[in-house]
């Protein structure tokens, strides 16, 4: 079946800096998300990709879902405290609703004050 | 508000105790989903519905049953069956029929063995 690497599995950086992990697949995608989860909640959404090549912004978060469809990028600029979580890619083939979210593992992101 | 609601937040199961886990969502989606994640790992799914009174079998649906009897209703039942139910389960739903609207998470349950 399909798979996802996420990298990295975890980030220790300093309050202002930037940050940036990705995720690979085996095969394409034609839907890219990400998700932040907080301890002992759901993930909440944050940026979702359409389109082979689209970069999207939300503040101070830009994803980009690359040319190949097989690949996704997550940039966070001027890290505050607040960002500290765990976040996750996820990709999916088609539109209709059986048609499953491949989740990476995740990449626990740790910011010091 | 408008969301998912899974209950309880903790839930504590004896050997060969079946369990129940609720998740109901009033955003009128078609769609729902049912998650487990297990420490350092992504999600994975366990069964899912795309409609009332149907459902489909995940990536590790052994141990595991469901109905979906109605719309803004689908409970998880974790059976004796499952021999290693410790995790942290998640609930999604997503709109369907318009273009493609991604899945959003409940808070989940934290099930663990007594």
Redesign the interface.
Known sequence: GQQLNQSPQSMFIQEGEDVSMNCTSSSIFNTWLWYKQDPGEGPVLLIALYKAGELTSNGRLTAQFGITRKDSFLNISASIPSDVGIYFCAGQLGETSGSRLTFGEGTQLTVNP | DGG?T?SPKYLFRKEGQNVTLSCEQNLNH??MYWYRQDP??????IY?S?IVNDF?K??IAEGYSVSREKKESFPLTVTSAQKNPTAFY?C?S?E?GL??Q???????T?LSIL
């Open positions: 998912i899974q078609d769609a350092g790992q992504g999600l994975r799914l899912y795309q489909q995940g990536d998640l999604a997503r369907t273009g493609y991604p899945q959003h998470f409940g808070d989940g934290r």
